[in-house]
C-alpha cells in the first residue's frame, strides 16, 4: 500500500542531544511537509520541499534541519539548539506543488520526549 | 497573510444530535479550505475540500462543510453524530493566488457522547 512511513514513533532524547526523525514515502509525490503538534497550538509547519534538493524554512524552523536528497526521503533533524523539542512530529506530503487543492498524506507521526 | 480561526477548542455533542464544528478563515484571494480529522497517536485524515462551486460540500463518513464567502465561514457538519466521530478537527485554508503552503487552524476536540 502507498503511504508515509515516519520513525521511530516514540524517541526518547537528553538534553544536548541532536536526533534525526525519519519520514519515507512511496506515492511519488513531490512536495513533503515537516509539522510540529504541540497541545493547544495545532500543526505549526517547520520545513517544507518542493523538489529535490530544496526546502524552504516555515514558521518555526529555528532549531531545525531538513535534507531532500531522494524524492521519496525526508528526514528532520532536531538540533540541541532547539529549546523545547518535545512533541508530536508529523510528515505529510502531496502531488505536484503545495498550490492548488491539491491534499495533504500525513504520516502516524514521531512523538519525542527529551529527558 | 492567510489564518484559519476555530473559535472552539471543544465540542460537546450527544450521539445521535447534530454536529456543528465551527471554522472562519482570512486570506487576501479566494480560498481552498480543507477540513481534516486526527484519532489519538495518528496522523491527519482528509474529510473533505472545498476548491469551488456548490458551497455544500460532502465528504467522508457522513461529513458535510458549507462555504459561506460572505461571512468566510467553512463550518463542519454532520446530521447525527457518532461516538466514534469524537476526535480532533482541523480546518485548514490556502490562498488560490499564492503559491503558499496549508495553514491549519488550532483544532477543534469532538467529544461524542453515548
Known amino acids: 500500500d502507498g503511504g508515509i512511513t515516519q520513525s521511530p514513533k516514540y524517541l526518547f532524547r537528553k538534553e544536548g542531544q541532536n536526533v534525526t526523525l525519519s519520514c519515507e514515502q512511496n506515492?511519488?509525490?513531490?512536495?513533503m511537509y515537516w509539522y510540529r503538534q504541540d497541545p493547544g497550538q495545532g500543526l505549526r509547519l517547520i520545513y517544507y520541499?518542493?523538489?529535490?534538493?530544496?526546502?524552504q524554512k516555515g514558521d518555526i524552523a529555528e532549531g531545525y534541519s531538513v535534507s531532500r536528497e531522494k524524492k521519496e526521503s525526508f528526514p528532520l533533524t532536531v538540533t540541541s539548539a532547539q529549546k523545547n523539542p518535545t512533541a508530536f512530529y508529523l510528515c505529510?506530503?502531496?502531488?505536484?506543488?503545495?498550490?492548488?487543492?491539491?491534499?495533504?498524506?500525513f504520516g502516524a507521526g514521531s512523538r519525542l520526549t527529551v529527558l | 497573510a492567510q489564518s484559519v480561526a476555530q473559535p472552539e477548542d471543544q465540542v460537546n455533542v450527544a450521539e445521535g444530535n447534530p454536529l456543528t464544528v465551527k471554522c472562519t478563515y482570512s486570506?487576501?484571494?479566494?480560498?481552498?479550505l480543507f477540513w481534516y480529522v486526527q484519532y489519538p497517536n495518528r496522523g491527519l485524515q482528509f474529510l473533505l475540500k472545498?476548491?469551488?462551486?456548490?458551497?455544500l460540500v460532502k465528504g467522508s463518513y457522513g461529513f458535510e462543510a458549507e462555504f459561506n464567502k460572505s461571512q468566510t465561514s467553512f463550518h463542519l457538519k454532520k446530521p447525527s453524530a457518532l461516538v466514534s466521530d469524537s476526535a480532533l478537527y482541523f480546518c485548514?485554508?490556502?490562498?488560490?493566488?499564492?503559491?503558499?503552503?496549508?495553514?491549519f487552524g488550532k483544532g477543534t476536540r469532538l467529544s461524542v457522547i453515548a
Open positions: 520541499s518542493q523538489i529535490v534538493n530544496d526546502f
Open positions: 505529510a506530503s502531496t502531488g505536484g506543488i503545495h498550490s492548488g487543492a491539491n491534499v495533504l498524506t
Open positions: 485548514a485554508v490556502r490562498d488560490m493566488s499564492g503559491n503558499t503552503p496549508l495553514v
Open positions: 486570506v487576501s484571494g479566494n480560498p481552498y
Open positions: 472545498y476548491i469551488t462551486g456548490d458551497n
Open positions: 506515492l511519488n509525490h513531490d512536495a
